[in-house]
DNA sequence: TTTGTTTGTCGTCAATTGACGACTTATGTC
DNA sequence: GACATAAGTCGTCAATTGACGACAAACAAA
């Protein structure tokens, strides 16, 4: 087999093993998961955590589409619509289980990869949504850059959760996915104004 | 040292030891920490297993404080009380760092653990607050039960998800803890009434 | 055919790790 | 003192695991 689609196999199949076992599921493992010998491994990874950093890189960072920010800032939309749209195609292409667990594996490991993801993605994330809301409603925001992250993150943290409680925690899911997001959307836009005062008026 | 007190220590080592690196830590850490052999450490528990088991029930089912339960139903305060109580007192005994770590840790790890949890503890917590929240506003419930959950989790997971953002994530947190609590539990009371008629229409 | 490069395996090393048998030391108790 | 029970250590075993040197097979180019 030619030398990148080998590589690109046990890529995927480490992401899953990773994903599935945590960060210390074994190299031998992973051969096996291929097809080959555990020694053909380090022709393509120098080291375990070489690999665990690329995995990183194309299944945590990677899914994130650039194209939704551009969505959230379609002013042509109702807030309530692109919201919508965003967190259910951001469940389906983000929030499953394999990136979950990894994700979280990371984010215990100490492997300051979460905050990474967090510091270079959620916070432009949360920043729009605020911002774009508040334009909807023609509010001129006064806060802190921390409390608008702390707004945004309400309903951000929430459909987050969801995921977790889903996928990690098993829990039941009966309520379609749909209607969740709507659930979320609406107690976000519903609360939205409010919870803008609140932070206006304490942290002038 | 007699036998009780050596056992108290390892088992609170252990907690530590386990919610920092993860329930494959090593027993001769765990010695160590405790400032004896190795082999003593099988005098009291059979296996690893079996100590994990130990300090998965003290240090993740122990803290919840049944009275919680009889505060969030006193009607005699009103709800928005209840809520700010029971969120600030449940950040502080619950959803701190150990705790999620060694919860996250469980869940991941496959040992239907979380499970437990959640359904013996968050589920009833859930039906609580949404029938008292409910009552406080006259109203009459009529919806599946698994929606009365989803309904409760919107304020559950965001602020589960606060603390593991903070914990976990080691997110920047400015804004101080009863703010975000305030935050919270505003957008609940304010989008309650929507969600659940959003809820009743189609459930019937 | 020869030669060099790529693709791949075998076997092994050193460190780690859960578990435990055998033994030692301390603390009463009659 | 004698003797039992509790508290504790030493050393080791077998399995696991990341890493790698040495070698084999496939294959293209001259």
Redesign the interface.
């Known amino acids: 087999m030619p030398y990148a689609e080998r590589r690109a196999q046990i890529l995927k199949k480490a992401t899953e093993l990773f994903a599935e076992y945590?960060l210390?599921a074994q190299t031998r493992a992973l051969a096996a998961e291929c097809g080959i010998s555990q020694r053909l491994l380090y022709r393509f990874f120098p080291t375990k955590e070489d690999l665990l950093r690329e995995v990183y890189d194309t299944a945590i960072v990677g899914p994130f589409q650039a194209v939704w920010f551009a969505e959230l800032s379609d002013r042509n939309r109702p807030m309530h619509d692109r919201l919508t749209k965003f967190y259910n195609d951001y469940l389906d292409a983000v929030l499953g289980r394999r990136w979950l667990?990894l994700f979280?594996?990371s984010?215990?490991?100490e492997a300051d990869m979460?905050?990474n993801y967090?510091s270079s993605i959620i916070t432009k994330l949360t920043e729009t949504i605020v911002a774009e809301t508040a334009h909807e409603r023609g509010m001129k925001l006064d806060m802190?850059q921390?409390?608008v992250h702390?707004?945004g993150?309400?309903i951000h943290?929430?459909i987050?959760?969801?995921a977790?409680?889903r996928h990690?925690?098993?829990?039941?899911h009966?309520?379609p996915q749909d209607?969740?997001v709507?659930?979320?959307v609406?107690?976000?836009l519903?609360?939205f104004d409010?919870?803008v005062s609140?932070?206006e008026r304490?942290e002038r």
């Open positions: 945590g210390t667990r979280l594996y984010s215990l490991a979460a905050p967090i802190e921390e409390a702390e707004v993150w309400t943290g929430a987050s959760h969801y977790i409680r990690i925690y098993r829990a039941s009966v309520i209607m969740v709507a659930m979320h609406r107690v976000f519903s609360g409010s919870i609140q932070f304490v």
